[in-house]
Every structure is written in structure tokens, then in C-alpha cells.
């Protein structure tokens, strides 16, 4: 028996689960000193807390393209982060424009909705075209070659888009009331936090509902379990797969806008590369493949990334943790790959018996 653990047990499982434990010491050790320095009241709790949700609902959205397109092509769109830049980068040089012409002032609802529908629009048509022209050809070949394309499609979409709107950073304009603040129970929450969550719970919630319960949803299910036997139903594969594309774009597009209005600085070329990886880091997190994991680990991944730098480092005696908010999200993709690699929601893979 003790030839047969040892034989299971290598010196690289003996270094993960050292690993392991020794950064559930780290964590647990800076909490319980950043806590007991009380340098922060329960009141800044929950305003970062508040922060966090408003960051993870943007992370939310563009993580649910990254796992339907997983869900059903088994393949990482590493372009995706372009196509939410596609949307959110167009939609600022449009609201620059109503800015100066007055509009965004006097009518900055029905603006917002406008803003809206040009992000989505545009996230929309560069998805369907980034798989009709890149990846549609690619469809039987190794699952390498279209990780590889989608890089360079990454790359290529950036240029584009330096090449149509330059290089300089633009700036959203800003929406009336949207700017304002309320206090609740003594903490400051901006009411602009509270609508980027709203909305994009009720686009969460609405996908889920999309999926399960009408018949294109029903054939993108079919589609993700068994192409060829979906093709032979009557289903058309390229069709689902366009429209799955669609959705993911329509989503990041959404989400271009509600960072523009929570952050409303440093709208540019490159804007959609770090989002991207953290909303892929969301996807892997929640279980990907899975749209309650995507929704659930965007979420989880913004307050991990607000709350994480007080919470964690500073009881460390880390000086300026805030600006480890990067380290802190991306720690989190290497924890959740030596945990539970399938992800909070994601199914565990049957063992083969020997």
C-alpha cells in the first residue's frame, strides 16, 4: 500500500499542495491583520464591495462570449477583448461628437441608448466577420491553429482600429445625474455603479433566459453538445454558430458602454486587451462553458480585484497594494487551475477506469 501512494504521489504533488497551503496562510494571515490594524470602517467595506459588483458585471459580459463560443466550438477566442474594444472604442468617438454638438446635455438618456446601440452594433458585425473570414475556414483543423489565428486576429483588430481612430486616449463624456452619489447607511455608492449593475444583470439574466427557453437557444445547446448529430436534426451548424458569435458581440458591446460610463478615461486602441484577459480569467474561474459560471465568476473576479489589495496585501505591510489589483486577479487564474480547474460551476470530467 505505502508503494502504491508513493507511486501516486509525486514530488510535484508535494510542491502544489505546499503551494497551496502556504498561500492559504498568506491570505488568511493578511486578512486577519489588515482587519485587526482597522484602518478601514464597515462603511469602506461595502463601498468597495459596491465597486467590485459594478467591475465584475463588465467583466460578466464579455466572459459570457468567451464561454458560448467555448461551449460551442471548444475554442478560446483570444479576440474577443478587440471585439469589446471594436464596440466601446467606436462608441466614444460618437459620444464625442454629441458632446460637442449639445445633444449629450440636453438628452442624455435616450444618448446613452444610442451609445448603446452603436457599441453593440459594431462589437456585432466584427465578431460575425472575425468568424466568417478567420475561423469559419479553420473549422476542422488542429484546435492549435485557431488559437493562433484568433492572436493574430487580436492583433490585427488593434491596428485597425488605431488606424481609423489614432492613437490618442479619448474621454467619455459625461451624463447629467449619472455622476452623481448617494449615501447609504453611511457609505458613498455613485449612482453610476448601481446602473452598470442593473443593466448588466438584466443582460445576464436575459441570455440565460434566451438560451433555455426559446428554440434558436434550444439549437445553440444542440449545436454544443453534438454538431453532426444537430446537422442531421435539421439544425444549421454554420447558423448557430454565426448567431453564437452574435450574442458575444452584441454583450461585449454592452459592456464597452457601461465602462465608458463607470470609467469614462483612457478610451483607446488597446483598451480591450487587459479586460479581455480578466474576462477570460471570469470564464476559467466560473467554469467554462458555463453562462451562470461566466455571470458568477465575473462577479466574484471584480470584488476579489476591489476588495482583494485592502484586504490581503496591506496586512502584509505591502506599500500602494491598490496597484497589485493586476497580480491579485491574474493570482487568481493560477489558484483556481491548482484548486479546481474545472471552475466553481464547471463539471468535473469523468475518469476513465482502467
Known sequence: MRQQFLERFSWIDLFLWVLRVGVIVLIVWGTIRSLALGKYSATTWLSLIIAGLAQGSIYAL???????????????????????MAGAFTSTIVAEALKQSGYAERY???????????????????????????????????RLVPLITAIGASFALQYIFRGLYGSAFHTYPEFGRMWGR???GGATIQVVQVVVLVAAVVMMVGLYLFVERTKTGKSLRAVSEDKEIAALMGIDVDRVIAITFAIGGLLAGAAGVCRGLYQPQGMYWFMGFFPGLKAFTAAVLGGIGSIPGAMLGGLFLGVFESVG?????????????????????????VLVLMFRPQGIMGEKLAEKKA
Not at 72 to 77: H, T, Y
Not at 109 to 135: H, N, Q
Open 108 to 142: 442624455p438618456i435616450p444618448m446613452i441608448g444610442l451609445l448603446l446601440v452603436v457599441s453593440m452594433v459594431v462589437s456585432t458585425v466584427v465578431a460575425v466577420l472575425l468568424e466568417r473570414v478567420a475561423y469559419r475556414p479553420l473549422r476542422g483543423s488542429p
Open 309 to 333: 489589495p485592502n484586504l490581503f496585501l496591506e496586512g502584509l505591510g505591502i506599500p500602494a497594494a491598490y496597484q497589485l489589483k493586476d497580480v491579485i486577479a491574474f493570482t487568481m487564474l
Open 182 to 184: 448617494w449615501n447609504v
Open 62 to 84: 464579455i466572459a459570457l462570449g468567451y464561454t458560448l463560443i467555448y461551449g460551442v466550438l471548444l475554442m478560446i477566442n483570444f479576440a474577443h477583448g478587440e471585439v469589446y
